[in-house]
Every structure is written in structure tokens, then in C-alpha cells.
């Protein structure tokens, strides 16, 4: 029996010894299938065999809270677009690669990817919420470069042998999809190397799995001496909508910095009016914007490229819209550069 809070104070777990956290749950529910997808969003089974093919690629994985944000019967919708797998994954281009973004050549210590002055990457996991098909790591071998679990001290190490260091960037997969106790342990062991000052959490899951925003995350959040900043990533306003509104008002309650970095995508998000409303309706929970991201070039995805000269318009068209603190930097990432290249000028803040 799963005892509940009143709405708002949800506790995090089920009553009981040795409990399983209701996210916990709410994740082991989660699509693994295409065909389970089909039905339940009453599409043609014509589609079952590309999505079958897409599938064999890199493994389904969709919540059944992002699930219910798709429109039932439409086999064009964004949110259903980013997490169904197709045919054209298949398609071999030239310039889709394994790994567009250099973090194998980046690798300093298990776990550690380390391109720019200042700030470093700590992978902490594989496992994400949701696979989303325009994913940069989707072929990225955690087995042989992630920390195995509890083993932090080589990557620990490495970062207290770096002085130049002042951020640690937990990214995955998705930290998120790691327990609390284990996220409150390696808070504090990064919070002991006194050349820290802030830790960001580079994540998905409070849009794609309100659930996870729990009492014991905001709890652990909450503490420390280290800043603690929160990277979204949403790409359609949709996103935020309900129950990802509620979760995000949490963590804005709780004095949680938040920012969204988005990818521009084909078919998802690729024309201004469905972009003025991703900042607008972020900011109304507190998210600022922070990347608008072109595709990083990883095999299996060119069906979502937009290009240069349309990404471009867009921002222009953004720009004009929009006060300058929602309109996010427009920037691709390259493989061995010091960091993020813009791709047009970052407007003023008027």
C-alpha cells in the first residue's frame, strides 16, 4: 500500500522498511517498446517496423508522465518525435559520427571529462529517464569509462589535483537517475576539495520525471557549502506543462538556480513561435534560458538537423521578440575547442 502526502509535500517513498522511492517506481513504469507505444498513443502499425529498426539502435525508454503530454493519434507530435525511435536512426551520412563531440579524446580520469578552463564533467551514470533520439552519447561506452559505483576515487583525485578547478558538472546519462544517498555522498566529497565552489546538475528528469523532485532531493539539494545550479533541458513548451510545472516551482522555492539548454530540432522546435513560448513559459517557473544548441553530429540523427542559415533566422527572429535575458546563446559545440562556439552575437540585456 503507498501511503501519499497532500498534494504539494509527496513523501519519496512507500510506507514501510527499505522502501522504494515513489520516482523509483514511477521509472521502472516507464515504455520500453515501440509497439507498447504505438498502441497506447493509438497509432498505425505501419510505423512498427522503422521504429523496431530505430530501436535495435539504441533501446525505447519514455516515462508515462512524459507520455502523457503527447497528443494521442498524431505521429508528427514534438514531444513523441524526440523519444520514438524511426528508420531513418539507420541511415549512415557522412559527418554523423560516434562521438562529434570529442569527449573520449576529453577523458582525464575515470569519469572526468575535462575540455574547458574552470569546470570539469563528472559522469556519473548511464541510465537516463527517457532515450531521447537525438542524444550525443548515445553510443558513449559508460561500462569502460563510468565510475563503478561507489568508486569516486580516482575521478575524486584528479579534481583535487586541479586547483584551476571551480565547478563540477554532474552530467550522465542523467545524475538525477542516481539515488539520493548516493548524489549526498559525492555532494560532500566534492564540497571537501576547498577549490570548489559550485556544483551543476545537468538533467532532464525534472521535466520528463516530475516525480523525482522529492523531499529528498530538496533536501540534500538544499545543503552544503557548494552553489548548487540545475541545467534543464527542455526543447518544446509542452515540457513544462503539468506535472513538471509543480516539480519546477518546488526546486524554485528552494532557491535552486535554474537554467534550460535546449537543442534546436527538425520537426520539434524549428520555428520561432514554438521557441518565444519555450523561454516564456520556462521563465514563468523560474527557469532562465541559458543554450539554444545546433545538433551535435552523432550517427543516427541527421533527420534532426536544422541548418545554419535557419538556425540563424530564428535567433534574429527570437531576438526581436524577446527581452535580452530570455533569449539564449546560440552555440554549437566542437570538438577541441576551449569551449561552446557561438553562432551569433549574444544580444544585450536591454
Not at 192 to 213: M, N, Y
Amino acid at each position: 500500500m503507498i501511503t501519499r502526502a497532500p498534494r504539494g509535500t509527496q513523501s519519496s517513498t512507500t510506507t514501510g522498511p527499505r522502501t522504494t522511492p515513489l520516482w523509483q517506481q514511477a521509472l521502472a513504469r516507464a515504455i520500453k517498446d515501440p509497439e507498447t507505444l504505438l498502441q497506447r498513443l493509438g497509432l498505425p502499425s505501419t510505423s512498427l517496423p522503422g521504429a523496431q529498426a530505430g530501436h535495435r539502435l539504441f533501446r525505447t525508454r519514455i516515462p508515462e508522465s512524459y507520455l502523457a503530454r503527447m497528443r494521442p493519434g498524431d505521429p508528427d507530435d514534438p514531444l513523441l518525435r524526440q523519444a520514438m525511435p524511426r528508420n531513418e536512426e539507420t541511415h549512415e551520412l557522412p559527418g554523423f559520427v560516434s562521438d562529434p563531440v570529442g569527449d573520449h579524446d576529453a577523458l582525464a580520469a575515470p569519469g572526468v571529462v575535462h575540455k574547458y578552463h574552470g569546470r570539469a564533467l563528472l559522469l556519473t551514470t548511464g541510465a537516463c529517464a527517457i532515450h531521447c533520439r537525438y542524444c550525443f552519447r548515445r553510443e558513449f561506452d559508460y561500462a569502460e569509462h563510468n565510475p563503478a559505483q561507489d568508486d569516486w576515487e580516482p575521478a575524486l583525485d584528479y579534481i583535487a589535483g586541479h586547483p584551476e578547478l571551480h565547478e563540477i558538472i554532474l552530467s550522465g546519462g542523467d545524475p538525477l537517475a542516481l539515488s539520493d544517498v548516493r548524489l549526498k555522498r559525492l555532494a560532500e566529497r566534492l564540497a571537501a576539495i576547498p577549490h570548489l565552489q559550485r556544483l551543476r546538475i545537468h538533467t532532464r528528469l525534472p521535466v520528463v520525471l516530475p516525480e523525482r523532485v522529492d523531499d529528498a532531493l530538496l533536501t540534500w539539494l538544499g545543503q552544503g557549502r557548494l552553489q548548487h545550479i540545475l541545467v534543464l533541458h527542455a526543447n518544446h513548451p509542452r515540457e513544462f506543462a503539468a506535472p513538471a510545472d509543480a516539480a519546477l516551482r518546488r526546486l524554485q522555492a528552494a532557491g535552486i538556480t535554474l537554467l534550460n539548454q535546449a537543442v534546436l530540432l527538425a520537426g520539434v522546435n524549428d520555428d520561432v513561435e514554438t521557441l518565444v513560448e519555450l523561454q516564456e513559459a520556462g521563465f514563468r517557473l523560474g527557469v532562465l534560458p541559458y543554450y539554444l544548441h545546433q545538433l551535435d553530429r552523432t550517427r543516427g540523427t541527421a533527420h534532426f538537423e536544422v541548418p545554419d542559415a535557419r538556425a540563424h533566422a530564428l535567433y534574429q527572429a527570437l531576438h526581436a521578440r524577446l527581452p535580452g535575458y530570455l533569449v539564449p546563446r546560440l552555440a554549437r559545440e566542437i570538438s577541441g575547442a576551449p569551449g561552446k562556439t557561438l553562432l551569433a552575437p549574444f544580444p544585450g540585456r536591454e
